[in-house]
Structures are given as C-alpha cells and as structure tokens.
C-alpha cells in the first residue's frame, strides 16, 4: 500500500486521550511525543526500525546532540519546513539554542492547521497549528512511502 496521509492522522487521532507517559507508547494507557509516533509506525508498518533507547526528559539538552532528529533521518523522508501536507512529521524545538525535543503530526480542522501531539499533563492532543507552534518547527517528514 502507498503512502496515504488520511490514515496517518486518523491513527494519531485515535490515540487522543492517551494520558502523558514519559518513555511510553501505548495506545489508550500512555504515551509521550515520541510514543505516538511510534504508535502511528506500528500501525503502518508492524515492527519499529529500532528499539528506542531510554532517554530523559531534557533529550540530551545537557550534550548538544540532536538524538531526536537524527533518529528521524534513520527511518523518516525529509521535506523542506515550508512544504506544508497533513500527515506530515513535525520536529520542535522548544526554545532558541536547546536541542529539537518533541514532535506532532500534521493536520486540519477545517481550513485551519493542527497537529496531533502528546503533551505533558495534558496527553495526546489535537492542538492548532498557531504561529508559536509554528514559528518552533525545525524540521518536517513524511512517513516513508510504503506500507502494509
């Protein structure tokens, strides 16, 4: 099956309600930014690609490393930030200077942007897309072009 982004958000849709989990990715019990996305993959795919190390809630801020986006370099496509489709992944960075350290999937409601993200002590939600949120995307991808 080919890429279709009207699954994709209707499976990160369907996890809206998951309560926030640092580390975790089940559906409906808990989840964080990364969980969902991880959800969405399974989904779509069956197996991840890679098992996800643990990690802390500052995402290797203290080193510098961009863990996080290199990872979706490994198993997402890259597209420029300013191609804008639903379904895609998005990658913030939450302040100037700090590491790229959540994620949403892209989406509408109506004519208006939102995406679909887990958010700390609100759990997976459907946020808008307002110029905040968009002026901290650092990075987009689509899921890669195959699946069951």
């Given at each position: ?41 399974r ?14 809630y ?21 597209k420029?930030?300013?191609?804008e489709?639903?379904g ?27 995406f ?31 699946f069951?």
């Amino acid at each position: 099956m080919t890429l279709n982004t009207k699954a994709i958000v209707l499976e990160a849709r369907r996890w809206i309600g998951t309560p926030y989990v640092h580390q975790a990715s089940a559906f409906h019990a808990g989840a964080d930014c990364l969980g969902l996305l991880r959800g969405i993959w399974r989904s779509l795919y069956g197996d991840e690609p890679e098992i996800a190390p643990a990690y802390s809630y500052d995402w290797s801020e203290p080193q510098g490393e961009e863990r996080l986006w290199e990872a979706a370099i490994r198993h997402l496509v890259p597209k420029a930030v300013t191609q804008e489709d639903v379904g895609d992944v998005l990658l913030f960075r939450m302040r100037t200077g700090a590491v790229a350290k959540h994620l949403g999937i892209a989406a509408t409601i109506g004519d208006n942007a939102s995406f679909v993200h887990a958010y700390s002590k609100y759990g997976v939600v459907e946020s808008p897309l307002s110029a905040p949120w968009q002026r901290r995307i650092v990075a987009r991808f689509t899921f890669p072009e195959e699946f069951r």
